[in-house]
């Protein structure tokens, strides 16, 4: 009986590997008092006035279903902050579509692209659904392995050494989930004329496109003759602490939208209508917010990396989101090893750098979006602990 529950489940299910995350998250959820550094998730709450649209909405009836691609409203507004942003011109009616979360968007991004077997080169180390994602489209993973003395930023030169006959598409993250890397101009010019000189489609993972610091954000869309083959995603998660309320976007030439657009009807149907209503006060009225939550992040982050600095974990500068990936191989442990000590003796949760790819193995991920007395706690508990192993 349990091979034929294993036989059951599909080939594609079975290459997944479980999340090295939720892992620790299963037992930091049996630890009243950890110190949490391993969830991407804001600790402030949605601003009030965003909040409060979205209440409206439910109070004055407004529950129905929207239209498959989202409130034209919504639409209509992320096409004029995509024109402030970056001088693009998306078509509401037919290049924007309103997703559930950026996850849904990565998803049938790849779900109407690619064929079984087709290639899609991705950075190492990166977000931990672009494996699973790749693999539930019936494709193939290409990790590029990203660098410490390089910001962990992909290059391309090391992209255009993993393209074949059978690559489709190439996966960005900028900035990146685990390592704070931002793909400068000049390396995205580089991976523009690739992806056009191999007839290439790129997805652009922009989550964190509003928590950029001390670097320049440059959306690959933007650059000469990629909007037509770009697939930009983004979202309200991270920068209007916007998490529960999953709502992203999809911004994409029409061939590929309408594409997404078809697993998005017969799967989704549309992004809830509260969320939605949200999401369109958020961008009208809460540019004040999004200032004020990227400096108190900045400021984290510096107290943190400094502080990682100081106590012996080297850790570089992360220039975008909120977390920092210092190396912890000269404790003498494995980083699957410090994050289970770290979380059983001292209380305090990372999440191991191999969670997100072989190129991540000897760090850890510390997400810094959690309360600056919190961060400094964490620090205090870090280096006792790292002082056990020196």
Known sequence: MDSLKHEILSQRVRQIKPSGIRKFFDIINTMPDVISLG?????????????????????????QYTSNQGTLALREEIALMLQRRYGLSYDPVSQLLVTIGVSEGLDIALRAI??????????????????AGIILADGVSVPVPTYAQHG???????????????????????????????????ELEGIARLAIAHDLIV?????????????????ISALPGMQERTILLDGFSKAYAMTGWRIGYVAAPAYLLS???????????????????AALQALRHGEEDVVRMHDEYARRGKMLVSGFNRIGLPCGEPHGAFYAFPYIGNTGLSDEEFAEKLLLEEE?????????G???????????????????????RIERFIKKYA
């Open 152 to 186: 962990f930023a992909v290059r391309a030169a090391e992209i255009a050494t993993a393209i074949t006959p059978r690559t489709r598409v190439i996966l960005i993250g900028s900035p990146n989930n685990p390592t704070g890397a931002v793909i400068p101009r000049e």
């Open 259 to 277: 594409g997404m657009l078809k697993i998005h009807q017969y799967t989704i149907m549309c992004a809830g209508t509260a969320a939605q209503e």
């Open 358 to 380: 072989a190129a991540g193995t000897g760090y850890v991920r510390a997400a810094y979006c959690t309360a600056y007395d919190k961060l400094e706690a964490a620090l205090v």
């Open 114 to 131: 690619l064929d079984p077997g087709d290639e899609v080169i991705c950075p190492d180390p990166g977000y931990v659904a672009y494996e």
């Open 348 to 356: 305090v949760a990372v999440v191991p750098g191999s969670s997100f």
């Open 203 to 219: 997805i652009s993972d922009e989550v964190y496109s509003r928590l950029v610091y001390g670097v320049e954000h440059v959306s």
């Open 39 to 63: 969830v991407g998730e804001p600790d402030f709450v949605t601003p009030e006035h965003i909040r409060q649209a979205g209440i409206a909405s439910i109070q004055e009836g407004r529950t």
